[in-house]
Structure formats: C-alpha cells, structure tokens
C-alpha cells in the first residue's frame, strides 16, 4: 500500500513540472523560429487547446464500455499520441533534472576545489563563465529531448516487432518420451486498441507455425475491462497443438474479477486454465506435471488487498509428483524462489513485460520491473529450479516498448 501511494505521489509530482516545463521549452522554441506574432499566438492557442483536450479525452472522459478489441479514432488520435508525450515528457524531465544536479554537484565540487588550490587561476574563472553555462544548460535540454525520439520508435516501430526465443531446457528428470518435447508461451496479451483482436489471430497463426507440443498461456488477456474477454479467448482459440493449450490467470483478471467467467469461456474452446490444479501430460506411458497458479503477491501492488499472499504456493505440494517434472506456469516471476525451494523444475513467467521500457542494454538495473521484481526477463536458475520470464506481447498504461520487444518463447525440453 505504502509503496503504491508512494509511486502515485512521485508521478504527480513528477508529472506537473514536467508538463509546464516542456510546454515552456515548445513556447521557447516557436518565439525563436516563428517571426509572426499572429501566428505565434494561433500556435499557441492551438497547442493549448489540443493538450487540454488530449488531457481531458485520456483522464476524465469515461473509458468505453465495452472496452474496445480493436483500434479506434480516439485511441489513434488522442490516447496513442498523449500517452507517448506523457512518457517521453516525464523521462525526459528525470533526464534534465539528473543533469541539473550533476552540473550542480560538479561547480559544488570544483568551486572547493579552487578555493583550496587555485584561488587565482584565471583560465577557471572561464570554465564557469555565462556562454559556458548557457551551451550547458542547451545540451542538457537536447539530450533530455531523446525520449521523443526514443518513445516514437517503441510505440511505432518496436511495440509490434515480435521476437522468438528459442530456448532450451535440460532437465535431469525428464522422462525420455519427452526428450524434445517443445512447449510455447505467451503472455500478457492485455486485449485492447492497441492489442486489437486481429494482431492476436496473427500471433496465434505464428505459434501455430512454430508446432509446439503444447502452448502454455501465462495470463493478464484483459487490461482494465472484462469485456473483451470474449474477443481475446476467441482470438487464442486459433491455437493448435497435439498436447493441448494451458494456462494460469495474470493480476488483470484478478483486478477486473473475471478469473470465473474467463476459465468457463476459454473451457468452452477446449482451453484449460490451471486454477491452483494440476494436469499430468502423458506420452508413450510417460508423464510430465504441470500445475498452475492463479496471480499471487507478497508486493501489494493493485487495489487494495487483491492477489497479496502470506506465503507463495501455498498448498502447491499436494500438487506436486514426486516422480517426474514438474512444470509450473505462474504470472508472477516472484513464486521462484518458493517454487525453488519446493523442488518444482521448471516455471514460466510474464508479468513485468520486460521492463517494456528499459536500457538493460546498457545496465540491468535500469528496468521499472525492477521495483517489483529480480526477475525481469529471460531465464534464471536457482540449484535444481529454472525460471523463464517472457517479456510478453502487449502493453501496458502506454502503448510503447522500448529495450523490450514483444517476445514468443519455444522450450524445447532435453533430458540431461
Ligand atoms: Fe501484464
């Protein structure tokens, strides 16, 4: 609870300077190229008017009931071109704030510097002089402008880029009938506008291209409504494999209560969701268990009370064969540790969309998910247990992924 009000707080504190400092920065910007008053005036207006409405049209009009599972106008014109100017215009302000302080910080030191060894060093006095300052203070406005750019390509470019992970699994219990058996995964579908039902049906036909065994499908289909719940289990209803199509549930549907009524309607296409139960898959007189796990927290994250546990997979035990592999799919990567220590060989993850905008290329700290988790993306191993955490293909608060595609994962499992 502390840590979501926490998180609010720092957003909208954030996010009010931010706003008035780059429509400043736009206001700046227009009086230096724009030699027409009138027309300045009209821009400004014009500026004004449209962010007030994109404002309004993203924070206080009612969202649409049912909620879309397809692209809309407003979604195109409005919600998609707000919510870009809204990241990029916070991270971009954290930029120019960062480098404020550094600059601060580094006159702070060099000032204490010349005052104990170079009291009169003429060629020190120009370091700090006003042209110096200025060519500063442009450069920190400039580099912190590159989350424009950045954001434009995840949300054009990147956000629909899918990527497949081929990945494989060795595992020392591992029934020989199952020696090359392929599992695909995906996760965090978030149906919407901007995961409409069609690019879904696309996804679907790509996985069926890649004949896995079995598809497993670790939750969060919904968003914020359960009303395209219908639409995305129609969508993954496409998929196709010999051993069957599985699932657990994501916070999403824990959020939006749908957790009932998407298991009945995903049951109804022959999909089977794993609610706290476990199925054994069977092959040449062979066995594999794969259990499954509704949403579970030790963070609370969400509204209040939903999801938050006293202790990970509880009562997974029972589910659990002590003569073969055991594969769990649960949404939230954190249940590793507890699935570790129960012995549980292998889990698939999703939830933290893999970071959907980070630089882990350049740092692995440098990820959101890391609020919430160790376990950002890939795979992971703790003494006899593995992790993969899918980076998932939808998105979530702002259409855009950046250092993070959407990501199909094929498991290909190997005795070893
Ligand atoms: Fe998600």
């Not at 960062?98 to 030191?109: H, P, S």
């Not at 639409?231 to 993954?236: F, M, W």
Request: proline content about 6%; some cysteine; aromatic content about 12%.
């Amino acid at each position: 609870m502390i840590f979501r009000h926490l998180l609010m707080t720092l957003a909208i504190l954030l996010f009010i300077p931010s706003q008035l400092f780059w429509l400043w920065q736009l206001r700046t910007l227009g009086r230096k190229f724009i030699r027409s008053q009138h027309l300045r005036r009209w821009l400004d207006g014009l500026g004004v008017g449209t962010y007030v409405l994109a404002l309004a049209f993203n924070w206080f009009w009612p969202s649409p009931t049912p909620e879309p599972a397809h692209m809309t106008v407003g979604a195109a014109m409005l919600e998609a071109p707000f919510r870009w100017w809204v990241l990029s215009s916070l991270l971009g302000f954290v930029l120019i704030a960062a480098f404020y302080l550094c600059n601060r910080l580094g006159r702070g030191v060099y000032w204490l510097y010349r005052k104990a060894f170079a009291p009169s060093d003429p060629e020190g006095e120009q370091l700090l002089s006003p042209a110096r300052r200025h060519f500063l203070a442009r450069t920190a406005v400039a580099v912190s402008a590159t989350p424009f750019a950045a954001c434009a390509y995840g949300l054009l470019y990147e956000r629909t880029e899918i990527e497949t992970t081929h990945q494989p699994i060795t595992l020392m219990r591992l029934p020989k009938a199952f020696d090359g058996f392929r599992i695909a995964q995906l996760s965090d579908i978030h149906v919407g506008a901007f995961m409409p039902a069609q690019d879904i049906r696309k996804y679907v036909a790509m996985v069926n291209q890649l004949k896995p065994d079995l598809v497993a499908l670790t939750g969060d289909f919904i968003t914020w409504e359960g009303s395209p719940q219908g639409a995305v289990v129609d969508a993954l209803s496409g998929l196709k494999a010999p051993f069957g199509i599985f699932g657990c549930l994501g916070n999403h549907e824990h959020w939006a209560h749908v957790e009932d009524s998407i298991t009945r309607l995903f049951a109804q296409h022959g999909i089977r969701i794993l609610r706290q139960e476990n199925v054994t898959i069977a092959s040449a007189g062979e066995r594999l268990n794969l259990i499954g796990v509704d949403y579970q927290t030790r963070i609370p994250f969400g509204p209040p009370g939903d999801g938050v546990v006293a202790q990970y997979l509880q009562g997974v035990e029972e589910l659990m064969l002590a003569d073969t592999v055991n594969i769990l799919l649960s949404h939230n990567p954190n249940t590793f540790d507890r699935a570790a220590a129960l012995g549980i060989d292998l889990s698939l993850a999703g939830h933290t969309h893999g970071g959907q905008v980070t630089l882990e290329y350049i740092s692995p700290n440098i990820s959101p998910a890391r609020l919430i988790t160790p376990y950002v993306r890939g795979w992971f191993q703790k003494g006899g247990s593995q992790l993969y955490v899918n980076r998932g293909i939808g998105t979530i608060f702002s259409p855009v992924r950046f250092g993070a595609p959407p990501e199909i994962t094929v498991y290909e499992l190997h005795r070893g």
